[in-house]
């Protein structure tokens, strides 16, 4: 089976910190993502890697930037954690086979800043 | 932009009763059409998908058909459970080829014995 897994499930830090989310998945998927779920508005896209070092913007990148230095590994990095991004994250990886493939996800990371 | 919407939650429903949550979209191009669903406390898992016009996706009891006419992928199931109780997403790729999901905002069903 695929997993997807994400290194904390929950997390308090403090505002101005800056907060590592780990994201390991484990059937060689080029694709993978950072998703935020927030009530009423469904999940809203922080980024995609398509590749190892390569990435692109999503719907709300402000306030996060991301690392993939492996192909099994994505990194979401808040450079200085403020309340409003008090949520859930959520890292799915897919495969790149040329058609619409499903996404796999991990149990999602949630995110409290004080 | 491509967009999708869905009904709005929360859904309440006894046991074996039939369910529709209603999902429509915008996008250019041929999308592929997903449903995903998350129980409590877990990720996103995929429930059934559909590729092209047309197509019926289907799994555990609930159907999706394809419409690209009325752009719709509206999910049914006959008779629900309490099993079932969790929240509902559609979602859609962003383009042909492209494995970018947009969602919708989610329903939750909620089902009493």
């Known amino acids: 089976d695929v997993k997807v897994t994400q290194s904390s499930r929950y997390l308090v830090k403090r505002t101005g910190e800056k907060v590592f989310l780990e994201c390991v998945q484990d059937m060689d998927h080029e694709n993978m993502f950072w998703y935020r779920q927030d009530p009423g508005l469904g999940l809203r896209l922080i980024y995609f890697s398509y590749d190892v070092k390569m990435k692109e913007k999503g719907d709300i990148p402000e306030g996060y930037s991301v690392s993939r230095e492996k192909k099994e590994r994505f990194s979401l990095i808040l450079e200085s954690a403020s309340t409003n991004q008090t949520s859930m994250y959520l890292c799915?990886?897919?495969?790149?086979?040329?058609?619409?493939?499903?996404?796999?996800f991990g149990q999602g990371t949630r995110l409290t800043v004080v | 932009g491509n967009s999708v919407t869905q009904m709005e939650g929360p859904v309440t429903l006894s046991e074996e009763a039939f369910l529709t949550i209603n999902c429509t979209y915008t996008a250019t191009g041929y999308p592929s059409l997903f449903w995903y669903v998350q129980y409590p406390g877990e990720g996103l898992q995929l429930l059934l998908k559909?590729?092209?016009?047309?197509d019926k996706g289907s799994n555990k009891g609930f159907e999706a058909t394809y419409r690209k006419e009325t752009t719709s992928f509206h999910l049914e199931k006959g008779s629900v459970q309490v099993s079932d109780s969790a929240v509902y997403f559609c979602a859609l790729s962003d383009s042909v080829g492209s494995e970018k999901l947009v969602f919708g905002k989610g329903t939750k069903l909620t089902v009493n014995p």
């Open positions: 799915a990886s897919s495969l790149s086979a040329g058609v619409n493939t499903e996404a796999f």
């Open positions: 559909a590729t092209k016009a047309d």
